[in-house]
């Protein structure tokens, strides 16, 4: 049978299951979207920028744990798309996206709108194409899903020239894929599974290190049943948040930079780290060479180029992180480790970072945790990045696997509201709460506009400091308080909602908290929500850049209010 290059493109899709795609058209690609009408079964969704395309594709792939899929034009269009893909490519998240390119005639005449999009996205994608030839069409797509969801995930872009999409030959799609020297290794080796399971059961304060490589495996029960027949308390990476349940007893919390104090102190005195799915990065460690100084190292990870890399390990294990769990929990002992986990308990007692103390202003993370109250933990949380992405992954405990988004190794400002629609999309049924701060928000603000086309009941809290606010709190506590460029104007965020069609409130006191998140609770739609909190906030704890992680900086004592609520929710 006979197909253009778009309807084999659409027709791929479809029988990789692919429901929904992001995008916005253009000239290069307007025989691609002139064919989507034939294929009910690919929902368009019309972004108002291709890095909302991209993002929402990402927010998407994380939630679902399906490949997310965007479109752009060529030149701009494609361009557009490389922060989202260079998004997707850190933070090891499955994607596709096919761009449209001039006519192959013009390739390399500098033609209207031509970039080389496969050279520039060479070194953010796991693997990229340029299909001259409709003939070729097939197996590409095939390959490329592949590739993005196999092995450690990543985004894979597909470049199409104008007249390729509408070129007609026979669809033949292929039965299977052998792609030379790309064998992803799933198994461990069995004499290093026993090698780790012996440091294990002879180490006297071992610490779980849990990062994004457990969602992206479904390990979630394998690192719990893992915790919980030895006894090792476990800590995440800001990308690890909710592959341990956060109100688990043994969930001491996520380290690094921000990290929780008594995360950070057990990895200081630690003899053992079982590093599993993370890649030691430096947020993490900060200061290479005093971290973790007492601790020989587990590491277990899919890609072997991250073992070794920034930590010196002592047994390195290659694998799926779900398979080599689950055999190397056969060889664990069963076993207390009660003076270990006391001193920890200890340090959550003395160091208590996720306390919130009294104040008559709007504490931003007062407002997390009141969302946290009001959702009883059960939500999607997407973030952008700065301090609101903090104060998120502190104060919001996440139990359930993938219900916390956000943008961990490019860091990306914008992230949180486009993640959040592809996240609804994916998750219909789930509460979508996009946090982000008022800089992070103006940088995708458009993106409200396809809220209110495709109706998503996503809710959004902005803590709306009047500063890029991450930023600002390097300035105070390293360059003398000299706030440059980082006072922030912006307009009122409710106006804007309601000039799109979306109910919002705003929130100037203290006592409107909580009625104001239970109505944008109760609304059928989207809703938004402008809480003006306290501008100079800082997030604590913080280790200073470059500096041991023994030089955390936590909240003065003297400010600091224990909230037992919290306590009492960390139970078996």
């Known amino acids: 049978m006979k197909m253009t290059g778009a309807q084999i493109i659409c027709e791929c899709m479809v029988k990789e299951g692919v429901e929904v795609v992001f995008g916005i058209l253009g000239g290069a690609v307007l025989p691609l979207y002139d064919t989507l009408p034939q294929y009910p079964q690919l929902h368009h969704v019309l972004v108002r920028h291709e890095q909302g395309a991209a993002h929402a594709a990402d927010g998407y792939a994380r939630v ?32 596709v996206a096919v761009t449209g390119q001039v006519a192959r005639p013009f390739i390399g005449k500098d033609a209207f709108q031509e970039v080389d999009i496969t050279g520039i996205t060479l070194p953010i994608t796991k693997h990229n194409y340029m299909v001259r030839n409709a003939s070729q069409m097939a197996e590409t797509v095939k390959e490329a899903f592949y590739l993005a969801r196999s092995g450690r995930p990543g985004p894979v872009l597909i470049d199409v020239p104008k007249d390729v999409f509408a070129e007609e030959v026979e669809f033949n799609l292929p039965n ?36 994004r490589g457990i969602l992206i495996s479904g390990a979630s029960a394998k690192l719990k049943q893992l915790a919980e027949t030895a006894q090792i308390p476990v800590v995440t990476t800001l990308l690890g948040i909710s592959c341990f349940p956060g109100t688990h007893i043994l969930n001491f919390g996520m380290v690094g930079m921000h990290g929780l104090a008594a995360a950070n102190m057990a990895l200081n005195e630690t003899d053992l780290i079982i590093a599993v799915g993370m890649r030691f990065d430096d947020r993490v460690t900060s200061n290479v060479s005093t971290f973790a100084p007492n601790a020989k190292v587990v590491h277990i990870d899919i890609d072997p180029a991250e073992i070794g890399k920034n930590v010196r390990v002592d047994v390195p294990i290659v694998g799926d992180v779900k398979v080599v769990l689950n055999e190397l929990h056969k060889l664990i002992e069963t076993r207390q480790n009660l003076g270990w986990f006391e001193q920890l308990e200890t340090w959550r007692k003395e160091h208590p970072s996720t306390y919130i103390r009294e104040s008559e202003e709007i504490l931003p993370q007062y407002v997390v945790s009141k969302i946290y109250e009001a959702t009883k933990g ?195």
């Open 64 to 95: 679902t744990g399906k490949v997310g899929v965007c479109f752009a034009t060529s030149g701009p269009g494609a361009t557009n798309l490389v922060t989202g893909i260079a998004n997707a490519h850190l933070d090891s998240v499955p994607m």
């Open 176 to 211: 299977r894929i052998n792609i030379a020297g790309y064998k992803p290794t799933l198994q461990g080796h069995p004499t290093q599974i026993k090698k780790a399971a012996k440091v294990i059961n002879e180490a006297k304060k071992p610490i779980l290190l849990a990062g």
């Open 378 to 572: 059960n939500a999607i949380v997407t973030t952008g990045v700065g301090q609101n992405q903090m104060w998120s992954a502190q104060h919001y405990l996440f139990d359930r696997p993938n219900t916390f988004v956000s943008s961990g190794g490019l860091g990306t400002m914008g992230f949180g509201l486009p993640a959040a629609i592809g996240a609804k999309i994916g998750c219909p049924d789930e509460t979508v709460w996009c946090i982000d701060g008022d800089g992070s928000f103006q940088m995708t603000i458009q993106e409200l506009a396809t809220i209110a086309q495709e109706r998503i009941a996503v809710k959004i809290a902005i803590l709306n400091n009047g500063f890029l606010g991450m930023v600002r709190q390097w300035q105070e506590l390293f360059y003398d308080r000299r706030y440059v460029a980082t006072p922030l104007s912006g307009p009122d965020f409710v106006k804007v909602a309601e000039a799109y069609g979306i109910a919002g409130a705003l929130v100037k006191n203290k006592i409107d908290v909580i009625p104001a998140i239970e109505r944008a609770m109760a609304e059928d739609g989207p809703f938004l929500v402008d809480f003006r909190v306290e501008p100079e906030e800082n997030v604590y704890p913080m280790v200073p850049p470059g500096e041991d992680i023994n030089a955390m900086v936590e909240e003065p004592r003297e400010i600091v209010k224990v909230d037992s609520k919290k306590i009492k929710t960390r139970n078996m």
